[in-house]
């Protein structure tokens, strides 16, 4: 995707690189892809550990607390130098192999500017190539047009009071409006029960300007066991409201198995 401005940090706090594998979620799953893991995020859904779930404040945890919370220092060229040693760079070069960036939260300001820089590197050192950028984000961070200039594709994953956060934290509203306003958004919602569309309905789809058709509803889970519980869930949701769904394909070939 073409760029207005340069970016001159030459650094990524990375906390993990995986790749080449397929994407498990979303409106591209089953695509190959190769993942940047950007450290931190501003959210702690489920709580630290998942201790609000033990106390059912919360029915599912950010199982890749353990991940984003580390990290390391990475330059560009390192980045790119890996790409090309697992045999990716070609492809990603392409964009038959799908760059997606991760957390955590990658939208936190100092991994935007890592990620402008990467975008910028690719563009100017390959003028040819036209890779292809996913990001994955809570949607709370508003980026001041970040995405339409950096960005092929937006997956966005709002957190519902399921998450056992407060509402004030969870949902904001200029960065949702935002991101809706990108021409390949889409909106993945994490399904624990049937009364989950009514929040979604009331407190999401006004800010999305009612586009249900970039809504994509997906299990909680990360386990076989609770996947199959909330699988049936979201198939009678999503038949029942005429909705896209998906599952979490990496759950279910790997079970909880990390770097696939």
């Known amino acids: 995707m073409s760029t207005t401005s340069t970016h001159t940090t030459n650094t990524m706090n990375i906390a993990e690189i ?3 594998v397929l994407q498990g979620e979303g409106a591209t799953s089953g695509f190959p892809a190769f993942f940047i893991r950007l450290s931190g995020c501003n959210l702690m859904c489920g709580g630290h550990n998942g ?11 950010c199982d890749t607390e353990p991940l984003w919370r580390q ?5 560009i060229e390192q980045v790119i130098a890996l790409m090309k040693e697992r045999g990716e760079w070609e492809r990603i070069l392409k964009g038959t192999t799908h760059v997606v960036f991760t957390g955590g ?3 936190l300001q100092s991994n935007l500017q890592a990620i402008a820089a990467y975008c910028d590197h ?7 190539s036209t890779p292809y950028y996913e990001i994955e984000t809570n949607g709370t961070r508003y980026t001041e047009g970040f995405f339409n200039h950096y960005i092929d594709q937006i997956n966005c994953s709002p957190k519902l009071k399921n998450s056992g956060l407060p509402k004030g ?3 904001v509203k200029k960065a949702l409006q935002e991101i809706a306003q990108h021409k390949n958004a889409w909106f993945k919602f994490v399904i624990s029960d049937l009364d989950d569309w009514e929040e979604i309905a009331r407190d999401f789809l006004p800010l999305l300007d009612n586009r249900r058709d970039r809504i994509i509803l997906m299990p909680a889970g ?3 066991e609770e996947l199959e519980v909330t699988s049936k869930v979201v198939w009678n949701l999503a038949i029942r409201e005429n909705l896209r769904a998906c599952n979490r394909l990496q759950i279910i070939t790997w079970r909880k198995r990390v770097g696939v």
Not at 71 to 75: K, V
């Open 169 to 171: 934290m969870r949902i």
């Open 222 to 224: 990360s386990d076989i």
């Open 51 to 61: 201790e609000l779930v033990r106390t059912k404040a919360a029915s599912w945890w």
């Open 105 to 107: 939260e990658p939208t």
């Open 71 to 75: 990290g390391a220092t990475w330059t």
């Open 122 to 128: 690719v563009s100017s050192n390959y003028q040819q």
């Open 18 to 20: 995986f790749g080449p």
